[in-house]
Each structure stands twice: as C-alpha cells, then as structure tokens.
C-alpha cells in the first residue's frame, strides 16, 4: 500500500493508533486466506481491496467528494443503496467488525451490548477509520435496542439521520416503513443538493440489480460438491460488496464466477467431494470477523451458504420494476423489496427466515446448520429456539454458537464445531 498518512491526516485521524490497525490486519489477513490451497486466480482482487481498504478506496470517495458528490454510510441493509446512487451519491458500509474499536465503544456504551455496536460507536471515537472520517451523512436505523440507542450518542459526534423501523410485518408495518424511505429520499436530497427522479431511480435499481446478480451467479456455484470457493473467500466478496466501487466490483466477480464455473465444469474444488457442508444463519458477518468461517474450514467443514445480512439476505430478493415508473410507484418497488424480502429478526414474528433456512440449506445441500449470534444480541438469540425447533422438525442438524470479536474462545468454539462436524460425519 502506497503511503496514505497525508490522506489520513487530512481526515483528522488519530495516526499513530490508526498505524497499530494497519499493522494488525495484513497479519490476520495472510493467516486467513493466504494459506488456503488452491484459491481461486480471481481472489487476487479482493486481496488487493483488503490491502487497499483504508487507502485506494477512500481516496476514491475523497476524488468524488471533491466533484461535489456525497457518500452516505449505513450499519444496515435496510438503508436502500438505489436511492443514493439515484441521486449521484455512494453508499458505504460502516464494517466495525474488529475488536480493535470495542474499547473504545465501551468507554461510552455498557459492555453488555453486541460487538457490532460498539465497535461502530469506537471507530468513530477513536478516529481510527477513515470511513467514518469520510461520510457526509451516517444513515441509522431503529432495529434493535442496542443500536436504537446508540445513534443517540453517535449523533454527538457525526452527522446521522436515524430511520425508524416497524416491528411487524403488516399493513401499517409496510405504510411505516414506505413514509420511511420518502422521508430518508428527503434527507438525501437535502444532502446531495439534488432532486430525486425516475430516470435516477432506475439507473440505481438498474446498478444494484447487476451487483445483486452477480452475487447470486456466484453462490449459486456453492451448491457443487466439491465446492469450489471456500466459504471464507464467498464471506471476503460479500463484505467487500458493502463498499467497493459497482460496476468494478459486478465485472471483477463475473469473472471469478465464471473461473469457479470452469471449476464446477472440472469437477475441481478447494474441499474434498463429501465434505461436511454448513449453512451459517445469525447476525451480520461484517469485515474483518473472519474468526467462524476460519475455525469450520480448518476443522474440515466446507461453510456452503450464509443466511445472513453479509450473505444472502443482501442480494436474494430483487426490485420488482412497476409499469408506471415514477418516483413515487419506484419507491413503493423499493419498500417492498426491502420490507417484505429482509427477515431480520427485529421483527416479530420472524417465522419467514426460519422458512429461508430450510430452503437454502436444501438448496445449497447443507448437512447442518450453525446459528451464530453475537453475544448480548437479544433478538437473534431469542429466535434461536423456534429455529431450533422448526429444524429438528425438518430433520436438520442443529449447532447454535454465541461469540463476539475477541480472540480467546477460539478453541472452545472448535471443539465445538469439530464435535458437530464429526456428527455430521456419522
Ligand atoms: S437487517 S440483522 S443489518 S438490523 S447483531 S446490532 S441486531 S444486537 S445488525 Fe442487522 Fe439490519 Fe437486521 Fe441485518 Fe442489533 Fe443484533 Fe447487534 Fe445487529
């Protein structure tokens, strides 16, 4: 990586703790992924985004800033990416998937809240992720308690516009939700200085539909025996979905998807035929937490599908395009994709994702299926027992696991996974 101090300090960061994280990642990176036999010749792109994460990237979304555009960051996938790019923005994921910001979190949040919202309060704290740095406007929403709360202290120290979010899915939980986005397509107008229209709507649907996909193009070759993309390399594409530029990020992964096709085609895998294959199910697997995926494909599993907001709650569900293509009827496509296609279990009941469980692990032939929560994540581990249920009645393995970014329960979860991994064998 190029020498981005200048960048960083330009952002008002604080460099030399920012400097431990650079030196930190490059380390857990070559241990996660460098090490894998037989990677795919493609994943030398999302090497290069990992590499360039805090550097190339941002100097992008500076270069467009300074054009006058505006980047927008989200912590969730019902913030709609097509009504930012509508009106020339970008949309970023705000990752806080490592433990190098709960600390800092936890100097203003109690610790009993999941790692994700604290390491997102503790990156922006600690100035320690340009990202944060970056975004004109930080979109929140009203899902879970913890998160609810947090953008209350988070909006003392970056721009933040909070969404707010029904708890069921109904009539009025849909007219919420609706009133929602026209009010967020508000925000971001006022924020780009631009005016919101169908032709724009459409090019942003038009976009995110090819990232969606391409996505789909590539999981889809997760359901071969061998498997020929770990499921730590699908993990890595997915994250980087969250914040890469589009049209680079939809052709670099159509040609690592027709490079696992020829695979497919050659019977070629980075597993052995009739290894144990997993769905994962749970909270957000949100960059740089590889710590799951690592544990199962070093113990012999093959991880073959994520049921999750970094996997394929993200991209499954497509914008249904209405004959009459103005603003407000493409906005009533939106609300539905994202209200009645996201089963996220702040609502309630969930039962949906429960049936999204079963469907995919059928279709990805999964032998069992790991629900992994973060720990203090109420709602995830709350639906844990009616999902546990719903797969013993379909005759699914079962394994629930809670973990949170630090390392030190490492070897607990894999005896764990190896335990369920061996009876899965039998
Ligand atoms: S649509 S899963 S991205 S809200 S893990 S912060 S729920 S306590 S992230 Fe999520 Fe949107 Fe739902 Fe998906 Fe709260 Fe749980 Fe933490 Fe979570």
Known sequence: MADYHGMWQGLGMDLETHDKLCDALPVLFG???LEQENRPAGMDYYN???AEVHGLRIAELLAHKEQGGRVVGSFCIYVPEEIVLALD?????????????????????????????????GAQLSKTCPYFQSVDLIVGENTCDGKKKAWEILGDYA??????????????GFALFREELGALARRLEELTGKTLTA???????????????????????????????????????????????????????????????????????VFPKGAPRILVTGTPIVVPNWKFHTIAET??????????????????QKVALPETKDVPSLLDALA?????????ACFS????????????????????????????????????????????????????????????????LKTRIEAFGESLRR
């Open 31 to 33: 241990e996660t992924f």
């Open 336 to 344: 539905h994709r994202y209200f009645d296609g996201i089963n996220c």
């Open 159 to 172: 721009p933040l516009y909070v969404m707010d979010m029904p708890n069921r899915k109904s009539p009025a």
């Open 199 to 269: 032709e724009g709507l459409l090019r942003g649907c038009e976009l995110v539909d090819r990232k969606r996909r391409v996505l789909d193009r590539l999981y889809a070759l997760r359901k071969a025996d061998p498997v020929p993309l770990s499921g730590r390399d699908a993990l890595l594409v997915s994250q980087i979905a969250f914040y890469d530029d589009p049209e680079r990020f939809i052709a670099q992964t159509e040609a690592l998807a027709a490079e696992c096709e020829a695979r497919v085609a050659r019977g070629e895998g």
């Open 349 to 412: 009941p969930n039962e949906a994702r429960f049936d999204d469980v079963v469907r995919l692990a059928r279709e990805y032939r999964a032998d069992g299926v790991v629900d992994l929560s973060l720990s203090f994540c109420t709602t995830y581990q709350v639906e844990e027992e009616r999902l546990r249920k719903r797969l013993a009645a379909e005759g699914i393995p079962f394994l629930s696991l809670e973990t949170d970014y630090a390392p030190g329960d490492e070897e607990q």
């Open 89 to 121: 923005g970008i949309l970023v994921g705000l990752c806080a998937g490592s433990q190098f910001w709960v600390p800092a979190g936890e100097a203003v949040l109690p610790r009993n809240l999941c790692a994700l919202v604290k390491a997102g309060l």
């Open 48 to 50: 290069m985004v990992i």
């Open 299 to 316: 113990s012999g599993l093959a991880v073959v599908v994520e049921e999750n907001c970094t996997g394929t709650r993200y991209f499954e």
